[in-house]
């Protein structure tokens, strides 16, 4: 497997990138930096370009981004301006091209959030077009879009992994495939079965993180945080970190499941932390020792 951490929630740069992250990561001993899409677009030609040249002065490459499409983008619902998502991930495409990257997540969270009242067909609908078209524009530039399943609340639309499988069944191209989300995952309460089921031709990405489900009342359930969004979370110090030990939590089933579908791909660390450099190399030694 190829190890690496995604910069978008450990950013401290204005630009919200992480591409800070990069020289000490490679220090470590991570294969790849993971940044986001949406973020690096916000950024001039001359910026980019500089993002571009300090990832390649660090010795490791940009292989995946995730934050595909901005919030601000609707992708679901009666606004959605189609002229506007093309030239969009048109953009997109061609700066991730130019760092490398080979795979896209695509969650997209707050641009696929279903908007209250609309019909959930059509929305489902317009999300295969989106999946489709993307998948079919990342093609020539040799780039895999992995569908990431979301926890509810923060979307209401392809939540789990077999959701995402059937969505990448649908759009039927061999370019677009899934991302499991450990952290999801757990949230959604999918058994980790589904990998074995469906993995082996589908699973082509991993974000990996601590759960960090709180103890409320007495009980330790991803139940009861199921109406809080992520930011919520992130406030009350109720949102997942980096990994560090079996102790903390049981990955077993995880990870034997990663295993048992032959997975060797791409596991990016995603999550917040406290102390990023103790952190970041405990989670590496973690990784490098469990999977």
Avoid at 113 to 142: H, I, N
Avoid at 268 to 282: G, W, Y
Wanted: glycine letters at 8%; proline letters at 4%.
């Amino acid at each position: 497997m190829r190890f690496g951490c995604c910069g978008s929630l450990v950013a401290q740069n204005p630009d919200k990138t992480g591409v800070e992250i990069v020289e000490k990561i490679a220090q470590y001993g991570y294969d790849y930096i993971e940044l986001p899409l949406a973020e690096m677009m916000e950024l001039s030609d001359a910026d980019f370009a500089a993002l571009c040249k300090r990832v390649e002065r660090s010795g490791i490459r940009c292989e995946a981004c995730n934050n595909f499409f901005p919030g601000r983008i609707r992708l679901t619902g009666p606004d959605v301006d189609e002229q506007a998502i093309r030239a969009y991930y048109a953009k997109a495409l061609e700066r991730a091209a130019t760092l490398g990257v080979k795979s896209i997540v695509f969650g997209s969270a707050g641009a696929k959030r279903v908007p209250e009242g609309f019909d959930m067909d059509r929305a489902y609908q317009q999300v295969v077009q989106v999946t489709r078209e993307t998948g079919e524009a990342a093609a020539k530039y040799g780039i895999t879009i992995v569908i990431e399943p979301v926890r509810m609340p923060d979307c209401n639309i392809i939540n789990t992994f077999a959701e995402g499988v059937q969505l990448a069944k649908t759009v039927g191209l061999d370019n677009v495939k899934v991302l499991i989300d450990f952290y999801h995952m757990v949230c959604e309460k999918e058994n980790p079965e589904v990998l074995r089921k469906y993995g082996k031709e589908y699973l082509r990405h991993v974000h990996f993180s601590y759960p960090s489900i709180p103890e409320i009342d007495g009980v330790r359930d991803p139940d009861n945080i199921r109406t809080i969004f992520e930011g919520e979370l992130h406030r009350r110090g109720w949102w997942r970190t980096f990994p560090s030990c079996r102790e903390e939590w049981d990955y077993t089933d995880f990870i034997q499941a990663l295993k048992d579908c032959g997975y060797q791909g791409r596991v990016s660390l995603e999550a917040p932390v406290t102390d990023f450099d103790r952190q970041a190399q405990e989670a590496l030694a973690f990784m490098k020792a469990e999977l």
